[in-house]
């Protein structure tokens, strides 16, 4: 497809210097023809401008010589461009050809070449209209021979020592730095020799001339098309919903010039800022949200939001992109009414909750079909549109599996920590699922019906109801046990507000001969029902120390979070619910109990369980000095020893009205020192 620039570039020096040797000739038509070759930057920028129009570039758009300008708000007063590609009056890209010979004394030029070309870039780079920056090319040519190839003295070095780069590395070296510094979009370097059968030289692979020709095609091409196409096809893809808006959308172009902006954002991030907006030619007041950097992060965030558009843009729960700039610099959406924070005392009653989990629920519902994850639900991301709720901010969601453009752009964290997903914490890219955005539901349903802000890793539930066990469910640590789906979600939903629930305590006796009997599930259904209902005395002091606790330890295993909840549920009932009294039977089977699973989870070496429920059975024990149990307990402490030891001894110490009642321990060697210690202390305590 460039075949003709390559010929040009192969035939460029040896044409020269044939041109000069014509020159020094001397004729008045040598030196015109001499002239015509020496000016043969032109060919290739000719030659660059049959291969763009090759490729489906409009050839009215192409500038070159004396025409190619960019406009003057650029801060150049005359232009250096050799070619520029206009549409629309709108400068989409430009490109600089120079080059450099090999003979004695063109090398002494490197430097002012390079602060040329620096100089033409950075000033395009400094128009800081933020509404179009044109993209930049560089075409460098360079005459191959034994001098460019030379390495260079390094400081230091004397006679014939030379280890540094060859002018040839140099200038290869100081490209790349112009690409990184993001002053030239593409470059194309290029080296040929002058003799009479050239050759051509391509040193880098990421600066070759088709790379060159695909970047300027790509470019250009790209603003051919509006954002109506991109985002609609047409208008009669435009969905009823945001009839008012089709008046922008239909004028979508990409020109920030078509919009006045409020200098002070509504909102700012660290990575954008959004504005309020008027469309100038209808008044329509919309949303602009702009990147704050440059960088590649921001503008991939931005560039996923609108690759998103194209799937959800006429979900009425998504809040829509109406017009964008080409280079994912801004976007426009409609002005929410309202986001989720400012309507949180509306969001506790049920009927508005429901509302928008629902209209969560739908959006999500769609994405996630598509493999897309958005891995940023938070209040502030639910915004109020027309009445509806709808959800905005995708900036990091998750494409579906085999699409992601760079693996680790996103760090090792995504999302809000205080709404999202334990696993977005540690593999986020690898291990995000719809069950990641459900348990940001979860949290989200949790920060409305009570007055916190949740923390990460900590536990919040609502009061003791159906949006209780809703949360419970969806906020497990582990994907595996939340709803797998948004079905699964709302369809929990439906069933805790429509299906007339058995008391909790009818519904664990109803599973417990089968959780005795060892079925797993039916351990880990009876063991839910439990600590989804901490308040219930009757629960835990009649029902749960029935469970055998070696049959009670796998499910807590594998749910550790759930269970230290229930085992401090357990322990907070010491002193009776106020209704009803401890009954010296009830205290000494909870205190048997504790001590059963203290038993089993040491066997297992469930250090956290462990301390968990000596210290619920030291609390019991404290308070109600129950013989039967400590007679019990009484040989199991001497056998302790090592890590065990070390964490029952402590909970000894914390517990000064149990360690008392071991008292004859206080001086047996036999048993753990920590452990003597500890009872030691709190006998003479009590003296």
Not at 51 to 62: F, K, T
Not at 498 to 521: F, K, T, Y
Request: charged share 25%; glycine share 6%; net charge negative.
């Amino acid at each position: 497809m460039a075949e003709a620039l390559k010929e040009a570039s192969r035939n460029f020096w040896a044409e020269r210097r044939h041109a000069e040797h014509l020159r020094a000739a001397g004729s008045d038509s040598t030196m015109v023809r001499a002239t015509s070759v020496l000016r043969r930057w032109e060919h290739l920028a000719q030659a660059m401008v049959d291969a763009l129009v090759e490729r489906g570039v409009d050839r009215s758009w192409i500038q070159v010589g004396r025409d190619a300008q960019l406009p003057s708000a650029y801060g150049l007063g005359s232009s250096p461009w050799d070619l520029v590609v206009r549409k629309d009056g709108v400068p989409l890209a430009a490109a600089r050809f120079t080059q450099l010979g090999g003979q004695p004394g063109s090398m002494n030029n490197i430097n002012n070449r390079i602060q040329d070309l620096t100089s033409a870039a950075y000033s395009v780079r400094q128009h800081d209209d933020h509404d179009f920056q044109p993209y930049l090319g560089l075409f460098f040519i360079l005459e191959e021979d034994e001098r460019v190839n030379t390495p260079t003295r390094r400081p230091g070095e004397k006679g014939t020592a030379r280890s540094g780069p060859s002018r040839k590395q140099r200038l290869a070296e100081t490209f790349a730095q112009f690409h990184s510094d993001g002053l030239y979009d593409v470059i194309a370097y290029v080296s040929s020799t002058s003799e009479g059968n050239p050759s051509l030289y391509e040193p880098r692979a990421d600066m070759t001339i088709e790379g060159f020709i695909e970047g300027f095609v790509n470019r250009v091409l790209s603003h051919s098309f509006n954002s109506l196409l991109k985002l609609w096809g047409d208008l009669t893809h435009v969905p009823l919903h945001l009839d008012r808006y089709r008046e922008v959308i239909r004028e979508g172009r990409g020109v920030k010039k078509d919009y006045s902006m409020e200098r002070v954002p509504i909102e700012e991030g660290g990575q954008a800022a959004v504005f309020r907006a008027t469309h100038k030619n209808s008044g329509i007041k919309v949303a602009f949200k702009r990147r704050l950097s440059q960088l590649e992060n921001p503008s991939a965030r931005m560039r996923r939001e609108i690759d998103i558009a194209e799937l959800l843009n006429d979900h009425p729960n998504y809040m829509p992109i109406l017009d964008f700039e080409q280079d994912h610099k801004w976007f426009i959406m409609p002005l929410a009414e309202a986001t989720a924070e400012d309507k949180r005392e509306q969001l506790r009653e049920t009927d508005h909750l429901r509302e928008l989990i629902g209209s969560m629920g739908s959006i999500l519902a769609k994405a996630h079909q598509q493999g897309w994850m958005h891995r940023d639900i938070k209040p502030s991301n639910m915004l109020l549109l027309d009445g509806r709720w709808t959800l905005a901010d995708w900036g990091v969601v998750r494409r579906p599996r085999g699409q992601t453009t760079k693996v680790g752009r996103t760090r090792h964290f995504i999302g809000t920590e205080e709404f999202a997903a334990p696993e977005l914490f540690m593999k986020p890219h690898e291990d995000a699922t719809a069950a990641s955005d459900i348990y940001s539901l979860g949290r989200v349903i949790a920060w409305a019906l009570t007055d916190e802000m949740p923390q990460k890793n900590v536990e919040l539930l609502p009061p003791p109801g159906p949006w209780r066990n809703i949360v419970r469910a969806a906020t497990q640590q582990e994907p595996e046990r939340r709803p797998q789906s948004i079905d699964e979600l709302l369809d929990l939903i439906d069933r805790e507000f429509s299906e007339p629930q058995e008391p909790a305590i009818a519904r664990a006796e109803a599973l417990l001969d089968a959780a005795n009997s060892g079925e797993s599930g039916t351990t880990d259904a009876f063991l839910e029902i439990i600590a989804s209902n901490p308040d219930d005395y009757g629960l835990y002091l009649s029902v749960l120390p029935r469970l055998q606790p070696k049959l009670a330890v796998p499910s807590m295993s594998r749910n550790s979070r759930q269970a230290i909840a229930l085992l401090r549920a357990l322990a907070k009932h010491v002193d009776g619910d106020g209704t009803n009294l401890v009954q010296f039977g009830e205290a000494s089977r909870a205190v048997t109990w504790l001590h059963g699973i203290a038993i089993s989870v040491a066997d297992s070496d469930e250090w956290d369980l462990l301390d968990e429920s000596i210290r619920a059975m030291c609390e019991w024990d404290g308070n109600w000095d129950q013989w039967s149990p400590q007679n019990a307990i009484r040989p199991w402490l001497r056998t302790l020893s090592g890590d065990v030891a070390r964490i029952v001894a402590p909970a000894l110490r914390d517990h000064p009205d149990s360690a008392r009642h071991f008292s004859e321990l206080a001086d047996d060697r036999a048993v753990d020192l920590g452990i003597r210690q500890a009872i030691r202390a709190a006998t003479e305590r009590h003296q």
